[in-house]
């Protein structure tokens, strides 16, 4: 385990340290680098056990505990989870909620972005102009958004329910209705979302597309639908799955729309789950309890993450392999 | 980075465009342009209306039918905006907060980043590992704990929690984007400069971070935006009107129909109109950054 020597210049030959062995160095230079490399590591070190890991593990023993955050917390054991699962008259309705919230967004979203996407990729002129317009909403921040809306969807002085009633439909109430609130949310969710993220990933996805198999596909006297299904589309799954597994997530996590444009109302119609762990934590600093939402939230999600991973065996294709 | 891509092109010429192969616009790519054209006013009708809004009377703004465009712009409304709620305080706060965080992720987060691409050392793989797990986590199981943290330190009605995090690395993507840039840099650059004498410290500042522009301005404008738009951290942690930033101002506001009798809703859109366009003025500067990080997010993910 002696140093090495450098050629070029004198190192002085002597035994690295312990630390430095603990870091896996074997000479004064492995040494020294492995010094500098925990150095600049420092400050992720630290962010990283007091802004995750401890939080994490905080959360997971706040969720056995009852505490408000003034007084000391007390142990419950799994109470938290059985007033969740029986106890809490919002849990059940508040997950349906936000569920069925997802399985509408989700998927008219993504065919949304995909038909946007597509369209930008024609090649057309001023290309530039349309991106950056069906861009907006997604900067807009969440807030902005849901007051712009409250406006849009005003029952009586709104132009939505104008532009209906001259052709004839009259307007709901719309976030004051407590039978058409989900679905304003769901139309602001997909105005917002639809010209985003997911929208310049599937364009970048496109542009990758081989333009030979393409032509290939062309020469075979494949038609402008054989070869969406037939090449584009495998050639895009993998960017497929990645929208997916983001648009699962942001639409579970759905918090500010609802909070700001509904406060979750008329007659918690639009209470969502994420709206239901901030009143438990926030405003009534159930601490315990709100970690305990908290968790059964993650692992909701990691299950979603984890099936759709899963299946995408079936439906991926990298072409790579 | 290809310096040609164009960033912002201004309207299409209509269809006298002309087409290289000079035979104007076939009726497919009519049909596409009317598409693309009734799609563009959808996206766009919103913040018509909002800025329209922002401009009207009082009167104006509750009548039925509605009022399109007001016979008077009340440019008065933005004057009175500025008055009626503490909103330059509002944005003053919100500037302070975004240019730290932002400041803070860009430089913890590449330090963090030249660390993982460019240092042996035991459990730096692990470590890496650990933190792009970090990404797949929802914020929801940590706010509660950082919450009692920052309780604790007697940080709430403070900014403290909305930039001081950033300062310690970042947050993964931001390390993970940098580093993946950093490795495709010529590792020859700093063996040569390790030769001259140069420090590790001088061959991040002065070598590998003037490479890592077009990262680290992807990385600024990405968190920008971020902090610009957080409404969550600054909901639980201020709770006194002169403490807010202007996402949870905007909210505020919302909240109150009237002030002292004075109805408030034209006013709200100016409120409106004003935190948007910040964002919307730096995302026209920095469009192509933007567009590339996120395009790298979706392809290394």
Redesign the interface.
Known sequence: MAAITSPGRAYPQKQVGILARMAGARSEMQSNEAKWGYIFLLPWLVGLLVFWIGPIIASAYFSLMEYDVLSPPEWVGLANFTRAFTGDKQFWPSLARTFNYSILVVPFTIFGSLFLAILLNQKLKGTNVFRTIFFLPHLTPSVALAVLWIWLFHPSIGPVNMLLEAVGIPGPGWLTSKFWAMDALIIISLWAGVGGNTMLIFLAGLQGVPQELLEAAEIDGAGRWAKFRNVTLPMISPTLLFNLILGVIGALKVFTLAFVATQGGPSFSTWFYALHIYQQAFAYFRMGYGSALAWIFVLILLTFTYIQLYSSKRWVYYAGE | MTTSN????????SSG?V?KESRGISAE?GV??L??LL??V??????F??VM?SLKTVQE??????VWIPEVLQWSNYARTLTIVPFALWTYNSFFVVTLSTLGTVL??S??A???A?????G?DT?FM??LG?M??????????????F?KLGWINTLYPLWL?A???GGAFA?FLLRQFILSLPKDLDEAAL?DGAS??RI?WQILLPLCKAVVATIAVISF?GS??D??NP??YLQLPEKFT???G??YF?NQPEMGGEPT?HL??AA?VM??IP??LL??AT?RYF?QG??L???K?
């Open positions: 164009p960033t912002f092109t201004p309207a299409p010429a465009g087409t790519q596409l342009y598409i693309a799609l563009a959808l996206f766009l009708f919103p913040f209306w909002t809004s703004i509750s009548k039925f039918p509605p913890s987060a330090l963090v030249y660390s993982f460019r240092f042996r050392y035991r730096r470590i650990i933190t970090t797949m986590l929802p914020a929801q199981v940590t706010l509660i704990p950082q919450f009692i943290l309780h995090p300062w310690f690395g390390i030769i590790y410290f991040f935006i610009w738009n409404f969550v909901l639980i202007l996402a949870v905007l909210n919302k809703q709200l859109m409106s935190v948007i964002v919307i995302f026209f469009q567009v996120i395009v997010s979706g392809i993910g």
